[in-house]
């Protein structure tokens, strides 16, 4: 069963950009890189919002509209670590940000947007 830690979370101002890191771990590279891997977003008061997904080959990515054009999420399967490049953040995009593959998640790297 794979295992997922988030890290790269901080305290950033508006306008500014973050990269988070999914680290996975109790699967070999081959495993990992037959999964799909999905990033969501939790903020206080709000439902577990979609942020964006990358396929199995890091090939294709789809993104949330909030976020298109602002997020960039890649991959190295060598390194069984999933990215998600932030750029431009807003107040909005403050929220525990998590990465799900299969049935499983991380415990997710908190992300706070304020000046």
């Known amino acids: 069963q794979v295992q997922l830690v988030e890290s790269g979370g901080d305290l950033v101002q508006p306008g500014g950009s973050l990269k988070l890191s999914c680290v996975a771990s109790?699967?070999?590279?081959?495993?990992?890189?037959?999964?799909?891997i999905k990033w969501v977003r939790q903020a206080p008061g709000r439902e577990l919002e979609w942020v964006g997904s990358?396929?199995?080959?890091?090939?294709?990515?789809a993104y949330a509209d909030s976020v298109r054009g602002r997020f960039t999420v890649s991959r190295d399967n060598a390194k069984m670590t999933v990215y998600l490049q932030m750029n431009s953040l807003k107040y909005d995009d403050t929220a525990v940000y998590l990465c799900?593959?299969?049935?499983?998640r991380g415990q997710g790297t908190q992300v706070t947007v304020s000046s």
């Open positions: 799900k593959g299969g049935n499983n």
């Open positions: 109790g699967v070999s590279a081959l495993m990992f890189s037959s999964l799909g």
């Open positions: 990358i396929s199995s080959s890091g090939m294709q990515a």
